[in-house]
């Protein structure tokens, strides 16, 4: 029995895609620790990642199939996943978490390029303890450990039908419950009740987990995006955000909405007009073939001109898949083209006053036929009000 996700194709082709990917790079296999990168390849859905105290490996190398090395602990689980092979050994063993083991898996496969790719480069992280790869590293000899994040995002950055199906299922739900803040939420409520009470119901509507819910509020604007609601009460004038970060089957959504708490300054409603148009001008810009850099720019136009001190955020969006975020970054810095199959979210935001920010988030998928694919249901242009 599998709890697979996808059917097995869906993972033949990621494996394929791979192999082609690591050939054309001239690696001989790639080594996964992460747990987004384990589940792309295998499938595998746990909470046992939030341990630190055991690394996992998934080898692909370049011909043939998968060979999961990973703790005794793990081996039923992985079993019912996506893979081909598995190894284990017993842990937690700190002397030696699979270093032996994954010198001699790695050092019986063919070595037609001397060169094994990791985690290293952008936006990638190794979960195993950087002593242990130093010594895997001295241990595989002449064989070069190098960054296999190219390869890793060359796949993840372009989705196939399924994965952006998950995405859409995520962003409708949490659309939905969006929609319903104002029926509970109002004057004088804190912004962690408020918070509290969308993430129940954002569960309730079928949304698997829900990691990352951000809440500010403040007169006219708030002056951050990023922490959690706070014991704040609700005061009128003031502009609420949520930003969700929710996901179905470990694909995320993320995007904001924006309340208004009875009556709000004629500026602040200016502003949220402007930058809801500059989300407007993302959507429509976003195509196949557009560099990043330059929808970057047609939204910066918009908010430049209705007055703009700064935005500390340093880009207007970025990828999305199974980490909230991913490659690319909407910024002035960034050169990828957009392709079909990149979900990327439009998130355009100005701080039109010290202390005061108002941002837009939404998701869409670039197509063939060159028009966006809007994953959530489109913010009204208008805040929702709070009484």
Same mark, same amino acid.
């Given at each position: ?47 046992? +990642? ?5 690394? +996992? ?15 005794? !602990? ?5 079993? @019912?996943?996506? $893979? ?10 700190? /002397?030696? /978490? ?24 952008? =936006? ?10 130093? %010594? ?9 450990? $190098? ?11 372009? @989705? ?11 962003? %409708? ?22 918070? %509290? ?28 995006? !990023? ?20 996901? $179905? ?46 929808? +970057? ?46 979900? !990327? ?15 837009? /988030? ?19 242009? =208008?805040? +929702?009000?709070?009484?």
């Amino acid at each position: 029995m599998t709890t697979l996700p996808f059917p097995r194709s869906e993972f033949e082709d990621r494996i394929a895609r791979a192999q082609a990917s690591m050939r054309g790079r001239e690696l001989d296999a790639l080594v996964l620790t992460a747990p987004s990168n384990f589940r792309y390849f295998t499938g595998l859905d746990s909470q046992f +990642w939030e341990s630190p105290a055991r690394p +996992w490996f998934l080898i692909v190398p370049a011909d043939g199939g998968t060979i999961a090395v990973v703790p005794e !602990i793990a081996e039923v689980a992985v079993k @019912k996943c996506f $893979v081909s092979s598995i190894r284990t050994w017993p842990s937690p063993r700190p /002397e030696d /978490e699979g270093v032996t083991l994954m010198t001699s898996v790695l050092g019986a496969l063919p070595h037609r390029f001397g060169r094994i790719g990791f985690e290293l480069g952008r =936006e990638s992280a190794l979960r195993m303890p950087v002593v242990d790869f130093l %010594r895997l590293r001295d241990l595989m000899g002449t064989t070069e450990l $190098v960054d296999g994040s190219p390869c890793i995002w060359e796949l993840r950055n372009i @989705k196939s039908t399924l994965e952006i199906e998950k995405i859409r299922q995520a962003a %409708r739900i949490v659309s939905h419950c969006f929609e319903r803040v104002p029926t509970y939420a109002n004057s004088g409520m804190t912004e962690a009740q408020i918070s %509290r009470a969308l993430t129940i119901d954002i569960l309730r509507s079928g949304a698997h987990t829900v990691p990352y819910v951000a809440c500010a509020s403040g007169e006219g604007g708030y002056d951050q995006i !990023i922490a959690r609601g706070t014991q704040r009460e609700l005061r009128d004038g003031d502009v609420l955000i949520i930003d969700v970060g929710a996901t $179905v089957d470990g694909y995320f959504c993320d995007f904001d909405r924006n309340y208004a708490v009875g009556k709000v300054s004629d500026e602040a409603l200016r502003v949220h007009d402007a930058v809801w148009h500059a989300t407007q001008v993302g959507i429509e810009t976003a195509r196949a073939g557009t560099r990043v850099r330059d929808l +970057w720019r047609a939204m910066m136009g918009g908010l430049e001109a209705a007055g703009m001190r700064g935005n500390n955020a340093g880009r207007l969006g970025h990828g999305l898949g199974l980490q909230v975020t991913e490659p690319p970054s909407n910024s002035a810095a960034d050169d990828a083209v957009l392709e079909p199959g990149m979900v !990327i979210t439009i998130e355009p935001g100005m701080e039109y006053q010290e202390g005061k920010l108002i941002v837009h /988030e939404e998701n869409i998928a670039i197509t063939e036929d060159g028009f966006a694919d809007v994953l959530t249901i489109r913010a009204p242009r =208008e805040m +929702w009000r709070l009484s």
